[in-house]
């Protein structure tokens, strides 16, 4: 494949982050390729098995919205046309937090849709632009070091089933290669250290399986019930594409739910209400459940390294990944398409590639809020591996404690604790005085 590497970018990954990001390049560079090791075609929409986590509840939060349909303007509509939903939480979504359940309360609005239809969706308006082109079946195996050795100038690929090998030359690399992502051992082969990865595991499990949707509609359009720790177990049901519902079990530690028709069931009439269970009963089964277990917590700092080649981005999964317990990992790709659109917004592609670390550091700014919920929240399972929260942190638990309390019936309260869950606020938001007088009524 011939390119002029001064303006060409390679992303690789073409999965929400891998799509968005090159969307945003496609504005600068006269080419951009995104190359995806799994098998991707134009027909309907399938499972990809480098993205395992897909067969699970998905949701894009407001914000993630908002920020999808302004690097996209209309893919929204082109998603609800699809079969997506657009849920109010919780006013539309039957949900038992760990304090109570939410009742006649302000929340957030997300979307919820299957992994595939989003991104089937996505490669038809993105690599539909004629700046963008999507290689498939073939897996980066490391990065091409400019002359000098201060540059990534393009990356190694193989093709996959067949072995060839070849090399892709760009400006500018962006790795989204998702939770499997070598991107540290390929910088440690160019000689570039990189701190070592930050990490909380709370060891949550995910099982899930979907429904036919039935056809009489009920009070609720979603449920979710959360675990606490008595009860370590919980469920999420939403709707999706192809009149679909997608049902998730959750479990902390040894209360990982099975996969097993009997004792799935059992699992889920096991929840802290049987409202969740009794909702599947003469509900079809579409399909068996399958598990997923990777769920830790884990940032590797690219941003704090001490050498950083230019031409180097790496974003999404590969950055940072979340529990996906708390929805924010889409949510957060489409803020960190939007960082890496404005970091290149005016400059020329040499440029773009030389300020390469400026670009790192504010992809990382977008992960911090998210990286604080989930690590914050995870620490409360006394199974958590990970840091410990000292005494601060251990007031800002029982503090945060009494705001979901109050979030269950204030509204004041719910209103700010659904726009930091979403992302739309800073977690200082719930450090406000309306927020915080409200709080403090509370017994956590």
């Not at 760009?170 to 990865?197: D, F, H, I």
């Not at 300020?355 to 992960?367: F, H, I, K, N």
Request: hydrophobic share 45%; with cysteine.
């Amino acid at each position: 494949m011939a390119v002029d590497e001064t303006g060409h970018a390679v992303v690789v990954g073409a999965g929400v982050s891998g799509l968005l990001a090159a969307h945003a390049l496609a504005r600068r560079f006269e080419q951009v390729t995104v190359v995806e090791r799994d098998a991707v075609t134009d027909g309907p929409a399938e499972f990809r098995a480098g993205v395992p986590q897909s067969r699970h509840v998905h949701i894009l939060w407001s914000r993630g919205l908002q920020a999808l349909e302004e690097l996209v303007p209309g893919v929204g509509a082109d998603l609800e046309a699809a079969g997506a939903a657009v849920i109010d939480a919780p006013s539309q979504m039957r949900w038992l937090s760990p304090a109570g359940w939410f009742a006649g309360v302000p929340g957030a609005r997300y979307l919820s849709v299957s992994r595939e239809v989003l991104e089937s969706t996505l490669r038809r308006r993105i690599v539909d632009r004629s700046a963008v082109t999507l290689m498939s079946r073939q897996e980066a195996t490391g990065l091409l070091p400019a002359p000098g050795d201060t540059a990534v100038s393009g990356v190694r690929l193989r093709e996959r089933g067949g072995g060839r090998e070849s090399t892709l030359p760009a400006s500018l690399v962006v790795v989204a290669t998702g939770r499997s992502s070598r991107t540290a051992e390929w910088l440690l082969r160019l000689g570039y250290p990189v701190p070592a990865p930050e990490r909380v595991d709370a060891h949550l499990g995910y099982s899930s399986r979907y429904y036919r949707r039935p056809v009489a509609g009920g009070p609720w359009r979603a449920m979710y019930l959360q675990g606490n720790p008595e009860v370590p177990r919980g469920g999420v049901i939403v709707p999706i594409d192809g009149d679909r519902w997608l049902v998730t079990l959750i479990g902390q530690g040894e209360h990982q739910p099975p996969v097993e028709e009997g004792a799935w069931l059992a699992f889920a009439s096991s929840l802290r209400s049987p409202e969740l269970s009794a909702a599947l009963d003469g509900a079809e089964p579409l399909t068996d459940a399958v598990a997923f277990r990777a769920t830790a917590n884990e940032w590797t700092h690219f941003e704090r390294a001490k050498r950083w080649p230019r031409g180097l981005v790496v974003t999404g999964d590969a950055l940072c990944r979340f529990n996906p317990v708390y929805g924010h990992g889409m949510t957060v790709a489409a803020l960190q398409a939007q960082a890496i659109a404005e970091q290149a917004a005016g400059r020329e592609p040499a440029e773009i590639a030389a300020r390469a670390r400026e670009t790192q550091r504010a992809v990382a700014r977008c992960v911090k809020a998210a990286w604080l919920i989930a690590t914050g929240e995870d620490a409360r399972y006394p199974g958590t591996d990970g840091p410990k929260p000292g005494r601060f942190g251990r007031l800002q638990q029982d503090y945060l404690a009494r705001v979901l309390v109050a979030a269950n019936t204030d509204p004041v309260a719910c209103e700010a604790f659904f726009a930091v869950l979403s992302l739309n606020r800073r977690p200082e938001a719930l450090l406000t005085p309306r927020v915080a007088v409200r709080a403090t009524r509370r017994r956590a």
